[in-house]
């Protein structure tokens, strides 16, 4: 399955527009995590485990998108987005783009 967040896929011709497809996942975050995330706030640097954790959303979405697009049988997803939420004590993340099929590779 091809995804690009460009609105065609270079080289190659839309034969026809499935549809939008979404897909969102919620998480919440661990009280440890948390715990260590706010004393390394204190000297800085990456968060890791929430970058895993944002990490495994993007994949859960991506693999989501796709399976949805498969059913209304396209081959690739176009326009794609992502739009991540931040709450106190979840994270949400959104992925949408638009179900395509593309000529034959």
Do not use: P, W
């Amino acid at each position: 399955m091809i995804m690009t967040t460009t609105e065609t896929v270079a080289g190659k011709q839309i034969t026809e527009v499935k549809g939008l497809v979404t897909s969102s996942i919620v998480q919440s975050r661990h009280i440890g995590k948390d715990l260590l995330a706010g004393l390394k706030s204190v000297v800085g640097g990456e968060l890791k485990s929430y970058t895993e954790m944002l990490e495994d959303s993007k994949k859960a979405v991506k693999e989501r998108l796709i399976r949805e697009a498969e059913q209304l049988g396209a081959n690739a997803i176009v326009g794609l987005r992502f739009e991540l939420t931040a709450g106190q004590n979840t994270s949400e993340l959104i992925g949408y783009g638009t179900a395509v099929t593309i000529e034959s590779m």
